[in-house]
């Protein structure tokens, strides 16, 4: 009896580990997609998770990385530094040694740090602060990487695109607290002035500051021709909004935080921002990418956290796949740092601080809509 009973617990285990282990012979993957799934910009989170689901199920149905299954698990870091070190312990006692994410700069770089310390490789789809890369000393971090360009070029980008417009004067507002947003408009500035351009004004709020009509007043009375905001969609909507209200008369410019499904096309009216891709863009593997997309998700758009969260899980199943290795986390990080892969977005190879050279896209809003306006080159 003893013995069957014991049997039998044997029987239920292995049952249950089978289950846990969908589809494989091989075993699984694990890669923790670390993004803000809730809070102020939650549609950052649901693209990204959304792009990387995606390319893990393409990987799956061809058969995963030698046999094994890729397995995504999300975990809502909201974007910040706090919940985003939190997610990212949550991994390390996990065992894991696969990130995609943060998707903001201020949370990928304490994010950068753990990593860097567990020898658990990071990509990052989005972060464009350069520090996510670096570390203190300036050194790059051996395992951790990017799928996007990084805001010294894409504070350029703007600053040459305003200046081409035939704009020479702006005002800068931004909130002091945000890795991401203090250092594009650092970069906008020097690009801008660069150019020929001249800064009429600099205006700082914080993140939680929902009231910007004394800083607009200033931006009328300075009658600068643009009003570069380098925030995210939901403080762009909230400006945007006060700043039609006022009259203030600048183009609003920006980045590649702007770019969300909730982005209020009213609000940012006339304004202009980088990004890293547009759908628009008629190359084979980027059309081929939205009708998948739109396939699976009732037909929507992919946006660049889509794609980006697409193009950093493929390079890192790439490069699993390469280093013939899915332990050995310094192998993959030599792979990866080697890498050619054409990906979405555009070509990627990393430069030796780990970010990819390619091109951007300027995106306007007008009658509503955000379409293609110019191509820049790195
Ligand atoms: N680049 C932003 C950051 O570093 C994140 C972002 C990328 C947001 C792309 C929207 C679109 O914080």
């Given amino acids: 009896m003893k013995t069957r009973f014991a049997f039998f617990v044997v029987l239920i285990a292995a ?5 846990c282990q969908p589809g494989a012979a091989g075993g699984t993957i694990k890669i923790s997609v670390l993004a803000p799934m809730s809070g102020q910009v939650a549609t950052f989170g649901d693209s ?8 893990a199920e393409e990987w799956n149905a061809k058969g995963g990385i030698d046999g094994k299954t890729i397995e995504v698990v999300v975990k809502d870091s909201q974007c910040s530094a706090d919940p985003a070190v939190n997610a990212m312990n949550q991994v390390v006692g996990e065992g894991g040694k696969f990130v995609i994410g943060e998707v903001c700069s201020s949370a990928s770089i304490p994010v950068s740090e753990i990593a860097e310390a567990n020898k658990i490789i990071q990509i990052s789809p989005t972060s464009t602060n350069t520090t ?5 000393d300036g050194s790059t971090k051996q395992f951790v990487f990017r799928a996007c360009f990084i805001d010294p070029f894409q504070g350029k980008v703007m600053a040459k695109f305003a200046a081409e417009q035939g704009h020479t004067t702006a005002f800068i507002m931004f909130d002091q607290g ?8 650092e970069n906008f500035e020097k690009a801008f002035v660069e150019a020929g351009g001249t800064i009429l004004g600099k205006e700082t709020y914080t993140k939680n500051d929902t009231d910007f009509s004394a800083i607009l007043t200033k931006v009328a009375d ?10 995210y969609y939901n403080i762009v909507n909230l400006v945007g909004a006060q700043a039609k209200e006022k009259g203030v008369t600048a183009v609003m410019m920006g980045g590649d935080g702007w770019d969300s499904a909730d ?6 009216e006339g304004g202009f921002f980088s990004n890293h891709y547009s759908p628009e863009d008629t190359r084979p593997i980027v059309q081929s990418w939205v009708a998948a997309y739109q396939k699976k998700y009732d037909g929507k758009t992919p946006d660049a956290l889509a794609t980006l969260g697409y193009d950093a899980a493929n390079l890192l199943f790439a490069a699993i796949d390469q280093a013939d290795t899915s332990e050995d986390t310094a192998k ?5 740092a080697a890498i050619e892969y054409e990906a979405v977005s555009g070509k990627i190879t990393f430069d030796a601080q780990h970010n990819p050279v390619k091109s951007a896209v300027v995106l306007a809003v007008k009658d509503g809509k955000v379409s293609f306006s110019a191509s820049v080159a790195p």
């Fill in 263 to 268: 982005l209020d096309v009213t609000a940012a």
């Fill in 132 to 136: 996510v890369t670096l570390n203190a």
């Fill in 332 to 336: 993959i990080a030599e792979t990866l």
């Fill in 15 to 19: 049952l249950v580990l089978a289950a």
């Fill in 178 to 185: 945000n890795d991401y947003v203090r250092g594009l408009a």
């Fill in 222 to 231: 300075s009658k600068a021709e643009v009003l570069y905001l380098p925030d």
């Fill in 48 to 55: 990204t998770a959304k792009g990387v689901q995606l390319a």
